[in-house]
């Protein structure tokens, strides 16, 4: 599965060094494992997907969400996954993963451990308010057969998804017409920052729907662009003191286009580390 970038806008404050010595207990001390979206080590997976994996978990990940499978089966990474001592809660999937096949998808995922699916994108075409309301019909019906196996189903966004269309923002109206025991949320803070949307916002109006967040930052110059958690200008913790009332239970450290991907997840690891983040 590909995924694209688009070009962002900050919102947010700096983390200052102050905040940082008030959120000073790590997350692993407040329960709850700090994961990575496996986007980020795309390429060296391709090249070893098991080794990968071993130096993942070298760093001191425990959780993982998968964005493609490098052709392996359901049975090869749940070995894998039990060879590095990882727990993978979630994986990416195709809008079209949730037609024809759903049932087949549901099971390869119980196969491999994940309790959630999430569909990460939105085709252009569809991104009208009328078309948010059919995908939230669609979201809905592949929610109920997602529960059926035990597995709960999500999406996630971009900063395209509160770009206001005909006076709606589409994913407002996505939240609206989505059933929240079908559908959860995983909030990409790099994307609703982007897009100009507030986080703690979302939270009040929409109170346990994101079970998931991507923590991706921004950096402060003219180009906006994403860099490593903490070396950026999105104010972590301002929001992960809200947690709790956002619903948030997997944290997952993401860069789309590192330089160095395995640096990248180390710094950012050591980072959200020290964050303190509500069990």
Known sequence: ?????????LAGAAAGAAALRRAAAAVAREGRPIGVQLYTVRELLA??????????????YREVEFAGYFSRSPAQVRRALGGAGLDAPGAHVDLDAIGEGWERTLAAAAEMGHRYLIVPWIPEVQRTPAGYRRLAERFNRAGE????????FGFHNHDYDFAPVGGEVPYDV???????????????????????????EYFARFPGRFHLVHLKDMDATPQRRMTDVGQGAIDFPRILTHAR??????????????????????ASYEFVRRLEIPA
């Open 1 to 9: 599965m590909h995924r694209r970038a688009f070009l962002s806008a």
């Open 47 to 60: 090249r070893d997907f098991e080794g990968t994996l071993a130096r993942v978990a070298e760093i001191g």
């Open 145 to 152: 057969q997602a529960r059926r196996t035990g597995i709960r």
């Open 174 to 200: 996505l939240l609206a017409e989505t059933d929240p025991e079908l559908v959860v949320q995983e909030l990409d803070l790099f994307w609703i920052a982007a897009g100009g949307g507030d986080p703690l």
């Open 245 to 266: 009332q956002a619903g948030i239970r997997h944290y997952f450290v993401e860069h789309d286009s590192p330089a160095s991907p395995l640096a990248s997840i180390r």
